[in-house]
């Protein structure tokens, strides 16, 4: 069946970094796209980042552009979110999503941003 097990969360300070991984399991990979959401305390969960199949395309949220980069490996079948200079707002739960339209999520990795 289809997996997603996010890792790499963590409490950083302000100005830190952190790279996200979600190894996948279950579907053929690299026909699909993937996505980074995430969903901070009494927010609605939105989405972070995307990438097509092939990695040639990529889409930001504007909060996190210029700052964060998302890309996978096909041959690992893992997407990864590389996320600089982090601020107290990123702090939040993260998932990766098969595609955009599926539903099949990552139980999720917390992201605290914090001095």
């Known amino acids: 069946q289809v997996q997603l097990v996010e890792s790499g969360g963590g409490l950083v300070q302000p100005g830190g970094s952190l790279r996200l991984s979600c190894a996948t399991s279950?579907?053929?990979?690299?026909?699909?796209?993937m996505s980074w959401y995430r969903q901070a305390p009494g927010k609605e969960r939105e989405l972070v980042a995307s990438i097509t199949s092939v990695g040639l395309s990529t889409n930001y949220a504007n909060s996190v552009k210029g700052r964060f980069t998302i890309s996978r490996d096909n041959a690992k079948s893992t997407v990864y979110l590389q996320m600089n200079n982090l601020k107290p707002e990123d702090t939040a739960v993260y998932y990766c999503r098969l595609g955009a339209s599926y539903d099949y999520w990552g139980q999720g990795t917390q992201v605290t941003v914090s001095s």
């Open positions: 279950g579907f053929t990979f690299s026909n699909f796209a």
